[in-house]
């Protein structure tokens, strides 16, 4: 497991801009609202040079249909395990080959998975890579990386992802816009009172509003958000804990 920890501190009544791991983060002191603005990769799927083959000789239903198809395996294959696993007194599996059954069916399941995705990847790309001032198929590819922004409030979270793209025949440029709202926000901790770094004063450091708490498969991430009760400077402190396989 890798741990990292990083400090921010924001005068009161000053929107600063501080920069930790190519994320931007501002503080809005009056409002106490905090954006993240960073941007992410551009997206490629294994399946995207084969995607005009494949819609050409299928076409985008059928496409889908195939995709559900494999989601539909998987999570019957899924069940499948499930049950041998309640029921593995009464299934004889030849000698040491329990494990290799198991090994295989979860195999097959994330097989199935990635093909489900791929499918639907394919008829996404199709439906939104459509040119809107030609007209031409397959034509919007991004030129850029995509803008990602996190609003952070006492009561909410808020992420708005922008993708830009241009038509590769006529020039067209166009951008699309996802929001999403999600609720992460965790408890706060008893911590000790700290000294603040601006006024000077002892134990006036308190967490003043509820973290924001994000967990992954592998990674977990915390913001935390303090204020001094005497000037009202603010810091946020963001731990970001990495999960690490065995050697």
């Known amino acids: 497991m890798s741990r990292d920890f990083d400090i921010f501190g924001f005068e009161p009544g000053s929107q600063i801009k501080r920069w930790g791991d190519d994320v931007c983060y501002e503080m809005d002191t009056e409002t106490d609202t905090l954006t993240m603005t960073s941007q992410g990769e551009i997206y490629c799927f294994y399946l995207q040079s084969e995607a005009p083959y494949l819609i050409k000789r299928w076409g985008e239903k059928k496409i889908r249909h195939i995709g559900k198809v494999f989601g539909i395996l998987a999570l019957l294959l899924l069940i499948a395990l499930i049950l041998s696993y309640f029921f593995r007194d009464r299934i004889v599996f030849p000698y040491n080959m329990t494990w290799l059954f198991i090994l295989m069916t979860i195999g097959v399941i994330i097989f199935f998975l990635f093909l489900c995705d791929q499918f639907y990847s394919v008829a996404d ?123």
């Open 125 to 247: 790309f199709y439906s939104n890579s459509r040119c809107k001032k030609c007209g031409k198929d397959f034509a919007y590819e991004e030129f850029r990386k995509p803008l990602t922004r996190k609003v952070s409030t006492p009561e909410s979270f808020e992420i708005t992802r922008t993708k830009y793209r241009k038509c590769r025949y006529c020039g067209d440029e166009d951008f699309e816009t996802q929001t999403d709202f999600i609720d992460c926000k965790g408890d706060k901790e008893k911590l000790t009172d700290d000294t603040c770094k601006r006024c000077g004063k002892e134990h006036s450091i308190k967490e003043h509003r509820r973290p924001d708490v994000f967990e992954g498969a592998d990674t977990a991430k915390t913001i935390r958000y303090y204020k001094c009760s005497n000037c009202g400077y603010q810091e946020i402190t963001v731990e970001k804990v990495e999960f690490l396989g065995p050697m």
